[in-house]
């Protein structure tokens, strides 16, 4: 993956192996070729940092938890769709 020649080289495919490595979804060979890529390709180090940013930002977010009374209202909700549907 270190074949970019210059600043906006790198392609749609080469990003979306770099949510691959992000996910952990890559052999153990293609782990340490995309690591090596983005020690050279600012390109797509800034990617990988957005991405990262973006990743603890949405981890974060999922912490909070929903009051008791919307799970509820939503559970309601939902039963009375199944029974219309049905």
């Known amino acids: 993956m270190s074949d970019c020649h210059s600043l906006g080289n790198c392609d749609d495919s ?3 192996r770099l949510y691959e490595y992000l996910d952990g979804a890559l052999s153990h060979a293609d782990l340490v070729e995309i690591k090596d890529h983005l020690e050279d390709c600012p390109e797509c ?3 990988h940092d957005l991405e990262c940013l973006i990743r603890s930002v949405v981890k974060r977010s999922c912490t909070e938890v929903a009051p008791a009374t919307l799970k509820a209202s939503i559970l309601d909700r939902i039963s009375q769709v199944k029974t219309v549907d049905h």
Do not use: D, L
Request: glycine letters at 0%.
């Open 14 to 16: 080469r990003i979306e």
């Open 45 to 47: 180090a800034q990617e």
